[in-house]
């Protein structure tokens, strides 16, 4: 540096050492200079932005620029992009261009692109773009691929490939696909599909499902999936399901499951559920319904809840309810809710509501709320407000 005086001082640090408050400054420079308009704008020309305005360059801007235009098209030129502009490279760069564009011809050629220039390709590279096409069409062959060729198949690979369209074949018979071919099967393996086949069979007539072909079954299969029927129904019948046939119930099942359907109505009775039917019920079921049934309107009333039906108390009931709401109508005016009523409270309850709203609003007052009221302050309060 060289401050004023002319005389020249350094960093025996250097440079690198800056300390961080030093690089902050630098850096808090530098982009206060990054707003400059001229400085922008040279930006915007190094970086090819159409926003660039090379009137207002400098010769030595200019020239910088126009390098930075070069390599930027190099750049372009080396990764084949459409905005490249050959006749800006020079001689070396040329050369690296060509043999750039030669390499993502091979590469296009070998992975077998549309793109692929054949006549690019030297002999070398000619093999190995036809191993590589000849071995990717083997693995399509392979693997049933609609691309295969055929013809481009050696005798072995030709044997191979075969030998995976059988194998294909025969996992897609064992599986029941519609693309099995059974003229494909040798015997052993049609042996094999039919016993899946079976057995696939067996298990969806044992589960109930609409693929079971009954006249597949053996006679032990046919009694174990009968069995495997009425247990479900039987199941479906005692859970009340729509799936529920009562033709295929004995008498002691029916006994059961009707027996399951009063304990279930009597539970949804006593539980007030809608779908109760009342007429099921025997006299004392009657009797415990009705008793749930008050005990739960007692609760509902002593909640306030408009389910409650007065009627239906007893005179304790009703004095306890009331009882209930005046304690609840109370806490609600101490606290100062909008539901209090205050004809429901005591003259004593009246006035500890009213020591409870004074409270409040000294409160609302020392905190400076808009909800205070100072027509409601005392003397003494005023007096605590003023310290």
């Given at each position: 540096?060289?401050?004023?005086?002319?005389?020249?001082?350094?960093?025996?640090?250097?440079?690198?050492?800056?300390?961080?408050?030093?690089?902050?400054?630098?850096?808090?420079?530098?982009?206060?200079?990054?707003?400059?308009?001229?400085?922008?704008?040279?930006?915007?020309?190094?970086?090819?932005?159409?926003?660039?305005?090379?009137?207002?360059?400098?010769?030595?801007?200019?020239?910088?620029?126009?390098?930075?235009?070069l390599a930027r098209n190099y750049s372009a030129c080396r990764n084949g992009y459409a905005s490249c502009k050959p006749g800006l490279l020079n001689e070396d760069q040329a050369e690296a261009v060509q043999t750039a564009r030669l390499a993502r011809n091979f590469a296009d050629c070998r992975y077998g692109y549309a793109t692929c220039d054949r006549s690019l390709l030297d002999a070398d590279q000619l093999e190995a773009v036809e191993n590589e096409r000849r071995a990717q069409n083997f693995s399509?062959?392979?693997?049933?691929?609609?691309?295969?060729?055929?013809?481009?198949?050696?005798?072995?690979?030709?044997?191979?490939?075969?030998?995976?369209?059988?194998?294909?074949?025969?996992?897609?018979?064992?599986?029941?696909?519609?693309?099995?071919?059974?003229?494909?099967?040798?015997?052993?393996?049609?042996?094999?599909?039919?016993?899946?086949?079976?057995?696939?069979?067996?298990?969806?007539?044992?589960?109930?499902?609409?693929?079971?072909?009954?006249?597949?079954?053996?006679?032990?299969?046919?009694?174990?999936?009968?069995?495997?029927?009425?247990?479900?129904?039987?199941?479906?019948?005692?859970?009340?399901?729509?799936?529920?046939?009562?033709?295929?119930?004995?008498?002691?099942?029916?006994?059961?499951?009707?027996?399951?359907?009063?304990?279930?109505?009597?539970?949804?009775?006593?539980?007030?559920?809608?779908?109760?039917?009342?007429?099921?019920?025997?006299?004392?079921?009657?009797?415990?319904?009705?008793?749930?049934?008050?005990?739960?309107?007692?609760?509902?009333?002593?909640?306030?809840?408009?389910?409650?039906?007065?009627?239906?108390?007893?005179?304790?009931?009703?004095?306890?309810?009331?009882?209930?709401?005046?304690?609840?109508?109370?806490?609600?005016?101490?606290?100062?809710?909008?539901?209090?009523?205050?004809?429901?409270?005591?003259?004593?309850?009246?006035?500890?509501?009213?020591?409870?709203?004074?409270?409040?609003?000294?409160?609302?007052?020392?905190?400076?709320?808009?909800?205070?009221?100072?027509?409601?302050?005392?003397?003494?309060?005023?007096?605590?407000?003023?310290?």
């Amino acid at each position: 540096m060289t401050p004023e005086g002319g005389r020249a001082y350094f960093f025996p640090m250097g440079i690198r050492r800056l300390s961080l408050s030093a690089a902050l400054t630098l850096a808090t420079a530098g982009l206060a200079f990054a707003q400059d308009p001229a400085e922008r704008n040279f930006f915007a020309c190094r970086v090819g932005y159409s926003t660039c305005r090379p009137g207002e360059l400098t010769m030595e801007q200019l020239e910088i620029v126009e390098q930075a235009s070069l390599a930027r098209n190099y750049s372009a030129c080396r990764n084949g992009y459409a905005s490249c502009k050959p006749g800006l490279l020079n001689e070396d760069q040329a050369e690296a261009v060509q043999t750039a564009r030669l390499a993502r011809n091979f590469a296009d050629c070998r992975y077998g692109y549309a793109t692929c220039d054949r006549s690019l390709l030297d002999a070398d590279q000619l093999e190995a773009v036809e191993n590589e096409r000849r071995a990717q069409n083997f693995s399509a062959c392979w693997n049933g691929y609609s691309t295969c060729r055929r013809d481009l198949l050696t005798a072995d690979q030709k044997e191979s490939v075969e030998t995976a369209r059988l194998s294909r074949n025969y996992a897609a018979c064992r599986a029941g696909s519609s693309r099995c071919d059974p003229s494909l099967l040798n015997a052993d393996q049609i042996d094999a599909v039919e016993t899946e086949r079976r057995a696939q069979n067996y298990a969806d007539c044992r589960g109930g499902f609409p693929g079971c072909d009954r006249s597949l079954l053996t006679q032990d299969q046919a009694e174990a999936v009968q069995t495997e029927r009425l247990a479900r129904n039987y199941a479906n019948c005692r859970s009340g399901f729509a799936g529920c046939d009562p033709s295929l119930l004995s008498a002691d099942q029916m006994e059961a499951v009707e027996n399951e359907k009063r304990a279930r109505n009597f539970s949804d009775c006593w539980n007030g559920a809608s779908r109760c039917d009342e007429s099921l019920l025997t006299a004392d079921q009657r009797e415990s319904v009705r008793t749930a049934s008050l005990a739960r309107n007692y609760a509902a009333c002593r909640s306030g809840f408009s389910s409650c039906r007065p009627g239906l108390l007893t005179g304790d009931q009703l004095e306890a309810v009331e009882t209930e709401r005046r304690a609840q109508n109370f806490a609600a005016c101490w606290n100062g809710y909008s539901s209090c009523n205050p004809a429901l409270l005591t003259p004593d309850q009246t006035e500890s509501v009213h020591t409870a709203r004074l409270a409040r609003n000294f409160e609302a007052c020392r905190g400076g709320f808009e909800s205070c009221d100072r027509g409601l302050l005392t003397p003494e309060q005023r007096d605590a407000l003023k310290r």
